[in-house]
Nanobody, 121 residues
Framework: QVQLVESGGGLVQAGGSLRLSCAAS????????MGWFRQAPGKQHELVAA???????KYAASVKGRFTVSRDNAENTVQLQMNSLKPEDTAVYYC???????????????WGQGTQVTVSS
């Protein structure tokens, strides 16, 4: 059983930056896919960014060019650098881990509790 703990959320003005971090209680080496998902009030859960063990990445169209996902298997952490934030980025952001090679949230095996990101206009 692996626990994932997110940190780095908060309140920021539009155009600002935040860096989210996800710390795992154990090794993430065995997880092929590590992802960040978000859920805004009244909206569905959506993939923000994910990274596979080989380094390939996937981003939601709405964040491409603004967000960067990275993973450090030695430190058992996953990061999400968010730049040029917009009010529509406001959501609870979740870190997730999957043994399989997948971008589909339904296939992820472990989830963190989430961290709130609020972007003011």
């Amino acid at each position: 059983q692996v626990q994932l703990v997110e940190s780095g959320g908060g309140l920021v003005q539009a155009g600002g930056s935040l860096r989210l971090s996800c710390a795992a209680s154990g090794s993430i080496f065995s997880f092929n896919s590590m992802g960040w998902f978000r859920q805004a009030p009244g909206k569905q859960h959506e993939l923000v960014a994910a990274i596979r063990s080989g380094g390939s990445t996937k981003y939601a169209a709405s964040v491409k060019g603004r967000f960067t996902v990275s993973r450090d298997n030695a430190e058992n952490t996953v990061q999400l650098q968010m730049n040029s934030l917009k009010p529509e980025d406001t959501a609870v952001y979740y870190c997730a881990a999957a043994y399989g090679s997948t971008w589909n949230g339904d296939d992820y095996d472990y989830w963190g509790q989430g961290t709130q990101v609020t972007v003011s206009s």
